[in-house]
């Protein structure tokens, strides 16, 4: 079993900067590819970026290209998001999850981390 913990959140002015955290604790996340999701109140659950176990492919969606850079230190079982010219709208939970099951495809199979709170203010 695996536990995945987030950490860094924060609230920060709109321009400003946060890194968040994802470590793994019970076993090591080995060659699973890793993502970052969102979820604003009263919305649904949006993905971020995601990053192969090697680190050679990485991905990340519209909204937050040119601002988020995933990134990973498998030695340390870790998964970063840093975040920059942050704006109001990217105000969410951020959750972690690797993708242990069916390649591509991220849901309830897969491990999920509690999210930590992320609040831009304008």
């Known amino acids: 079993q695996v536990q995945l913990v987030e950490s860094g959140g924060g609230l920060v002015q709109a321009g400003g900067s946060l890194r968040l955290s994802c470590a793994a604790s019970g076993r090591t996340f080995g060659s699973y590819t890793m993502g970052w999701f969102r979820q604003a109140p009263g919305k649904e659950r949006e993905f971020v970026a995601s990053?192969?176990?090697?680190?050679?492919?990485?991905y990340a969606t519209d909204s937050v290209k040119g601002r988020f850079t995933i990134s990973r230190d498998n030695a340390k079982n870790t998964v970063y998001l840093q975040m920059n010219s942050l704006k109001p709208e990217d105000t969410a939970v951020y959750y972690c999850a690797a993708d242990r099951v069916v390649a591509g495809v991220w849901d309830e199979s897969d491990y999920w981390g509690q999210g930590t709170q992320v609040t831009v203010s304008s």
């Open positions: 990053i192969t176990w090697s680190g050679n492919s990485r």
